[in-house]
């Protein structure tokens, strides 16, 4: 799968081309330390002064990098796709070959970050339900009052939570038909390439 780069990430990336190589594979030190523990303004200033260009260049350098870099290890792109997907930029033989082992390199650590940021949500774990029939009361003797109690349990980092919900049938049938409606809008095409794009 090729990577597709917009207009203003392959301007960031032209800067890589006034460099040297082993510049560029300074920059993608950075780069990866940026995912790790985040910005470091002085870094780029150092860098700026040493290679006597504004500190915004040097910032858009490494954050297109680390663009680069994130997208491809995201999407598990080979190193053909990587190779084609670069060759876009217009790099040298010598630029691209770093660049292919910067992310041959990096891929798992990059994905390993990008998976430990990504938040932690409960998931199902049981569900036990019960349904609850009033017949009649001291006041009213004759009388149907239909309830649905249920109990579901969530996991989350190993860790199980329950919580209990009670309802009426017409509220829960209105609430399966819209968890229906949304399975279904889940199955059309424009949604399964944007998760195709996520993944």
Do not use: C
Request: glycine share 6%.
């Amino acid at each position: 799968m090729l990577l597709v780069l917009s207009d203003e990430h392959k301007e960031h990336l032209s800067f890589l081309l006034q460099v040297d190589a082993a510049v560029v594979g300074e920059f993608g030190r950075i780069a990866v330390e940026f995912l790790r523990k985040g910005a470091s303004p002085k870094i780029y200033e150092g860098a700026a002064r040493k290679l006597n260009v504004a500190v915004e260049t040097i910032q858009h350098g490494v954050e297109g990098l680390m663009y680069l870099l994130t997208e491809s290890s995201k999407l598990m792109v080979s190193e053909v796709d990587f190779q084609d997907s670069v060759l876009v930029l217009g790099f040298g033989e010598e630029l691209n070959e770093v660049l292919l082992q910067l992310y041959l390199t990096h891929r798992l650590e990059v994905r390993s970050t990008l998976k430990q940021l990504t938040p932690a949500l409960p998931h199902y774990s049981n569900l036990e339900w019960r349904l609850d029939v009033l017949l009649a009361s001291r006041a009213l003797r004759q009388q149907v009052v239909p309830t649905v109690t249920m109990r579901l349990e969530l996991s989350s980092n190993g860790q199980q939570s329950a919580r209990i919900l009670q309802t009426d049938p017409a509220t829960l049938l209105h609430l399966i038909s819209s968890l229906e409606g949304a399975l279904n809008a889940l199955k059309s095409n424009h949604a399964r390439r944007i998760l195709r794009n996520i993944k």
